[in-house]
């Protein structure tokens, strides 16, 4: 079973609030992927680190969405200004080589 | 564009049967492709991957899984199904860029005991 935590479990938001999510991933996993999947159950990739540096991130994150993988702390995905198109399940994985994934219960995002 | 294709979203059979969800994808190099399920209540978890060399590649829980160039096809097997097996599933696809993962929608499976 997956080591991958991640908190808050449910966040609820207005919109244009602030709305953040730490992952830990599991001990020895340089890589680091959040997604976006939505209540049609499409996965979109959002962003990736290894270590602490962006492998690759969509537009999208780049605009409204930050996050980061700070040495020795939880890595973290905050949106700036929450939308209610937002509102979905964001996943967290970890990897030691970046292919075989290992998937945190997720973080469900409700933007009133 | 890449992209991963589950036909069916909801699968039923017996246990004992054989079954296979089928996964397409579409890719225009050599695809790195992989099944995970997903059990009621819990997280994702890993089954297989087909990275290169032999086209049919086994997995954790005894499945199996088939990578067909001709029809850009990535199915999973396993027989017999168990009860136990009632999940869903989930094909992916490694595309272009670093570690860019697409998923298809997800298969349901259903076994009756």
């Known amino acids: 079973n997956s080591k991958v935590i991640q908190t808050p479990r449910y966040l609820v938001k207005g919109q244009g609030q602030k709305a953040k999510m730490r992952c830990i991933p599991e001990k020895g996993h340089p890589v680091v992927f959040w997604y976006q999947q939505n209540k049609n159950n499409e996965f979109k990739f959002l962003i990736n680190?290894?270590?602490?540096?962006?492998?690759?991130q969509i537009d999208m994150t780049e605009k409204r969405f930050s996050a980061e993988c700070p040495s020795n702390s939880p890595c973290s995905l905050e949106i700036q200004s929450s939308e209610a198109g937002d509102s979905a399940l964001y996943l967290c994985?970890?990897?030691?080589?970046?292919?075989?994934?290992?998937f945190g219960p997720g973080t469900r995002l409700t933007v009133l | 564009a890449q992209s991963v294709d589950q036909p069916d979203a909801h699968v039923t059979l017996s246990e004992g049967a054989s079954l296979e969800l089928r996964c397409s994808y579409s890719y225009s190099a050599a695809p790195y492709l992989f099944w995970y399920v997903q059990y009621p209540g819990q997280s994702l978890q890993f089954l297989l991957k087909y990275i290169t060399g032999d086209t049919v590649v086994k997995g954790t829980k005894g499945f199996e899984a088939e990578f067909r160039k001709s029809n850009s096809s990535f199915n999973l097997k396993k027989s017999p199904a168990h009860w136990s097996d009632s999940a869903k599933y989930f094909c992916?696809?490694?595309?272009?860029?670093?570690?860019?993962?697409?998923f298809g929608k997800g298969t349901s499976l259903t076994v009756i005991p």
């Open positions: 994985a970890s990897s030691v080589t970046g292919d075989e994934q290992y």
């Open positions: 992916a696809l490694e595309g272009t860029g670093y570690q860019n993962f697409y």
């Open positions: 680190f290894q270590n602490q540096e962006v492998l690759q």
